[in-house]
């Protein structure tokens, strides 16, 4: 059965500081993969997202993801965080052949420190 | 342009009242979808409409009714809900995918925060 898994319910960095946000999926065919940003009391915001080619892809606010298909990750990374990316994280991963709808992941909180 | 709008922002209503969630998207996307999301949990999808045919329903409760009239709205109709129906609703649109089950990037609104008293 396909599905995903948020390392980490809660991620805590200083301002300035790396973001790492860890997501694996398990999958018998090739996935479609996604992250989602929400803030307090809004809907999903998409980040970015993988479908085919390029496995490293750039997405909105600084952020990027790297698909590893030997290790079913895809892990989000900000270089240097900001006050502004405190919010909720979903990772979320489609299987177009299935003809299924998103599989979310449980959700990661960031907070962010000044 | 990939926004998708919902009204209202937000809901209150007694059990036994009779509304409506509206969504409304305008990307010419053919797939559109109803999720539930509850405080610190991901969204669990409910309903997804593709060509404006409901293709998936979640096992959701009869007091829950979708609707699409056409390609650019889908309704939510409540009816006797229970105050655990309280939540985040949300409606996403994309472009369908094979099988029709919808499974291009996915816009979602804002959502209808509902409360039940």
């Known amino acids: 059965a396909q599905s995903v898994t948020q390392l980490g319910s809660h991620v805590s960095v200083s301002e300035g500081a790396l973001v790492l946000l860890r997501c694996n999926y398990s999958?018998?065919?090739?996935?479609?993969l996604f992250w989602y940003v929400q803030y307090p009391n809004q809907g999903l915001q998409l980040l970015l997202k993988y479908t085919t080619g390029a496995t490293l892809v750039k997405g909105i606010n600084g952020f990027e993801a790297e698909f590893k298909k030997s290790e079913t990750s895809f892990h989000l990374t900000k270089p240097s965080a900001h006050m502004s990316d405190a919010a909720e994280y979903f990772c979320a991963v489609s299987f177009n052949q299935a003809g299924t709808a998103l599989i979310f992941g449980k959700g990661t909180t960031l907070s962010v420190s000044s | 342009d990939t926004e998708v709008t919902q009204t209202p922002k937000h809901l209150v209503m007694g059990m036994t009242n009779k509304k409506s969630l509206k969504c409304e998207q305008h990307?010419?996307?053919?797939?559109m979808y109803w999720y539930k999301q509850k405080a610190k949990k991901p969204p669990e999808l409910m309903f997804v409409?593709?060509?404006?045919?409901?293709?998936i329903n979640e096992s959701v409760p009869s007091r829950f009714s979708p609707e699409c009239p056409n390609s650019s709205l889908l309704n939510l109709h409540l009816h006797a809900l229970q105050p655990e129906d309280s939540a985040l609703y949300l409606c996403?649109?994309?472009?369908?995918?094979?099988?029709?089950?919808?499974?291009?990037?996915?816009?979602f609104g804002p959502g209808t925060r509902l409360t039940v008293l």
């Open positions: 409409y593709s060509y404006e045919k409901l293709s």
């Open positions: 990307m010419g996307h053919r797939a």
């Open positions: 999958s018998s065919v090739p996935p479609y």
């Open positions: 996403a649109s994309s472009q369908p995918g094979l099988a029709g089950g919808g499974t291009d990037t996915q816009y």
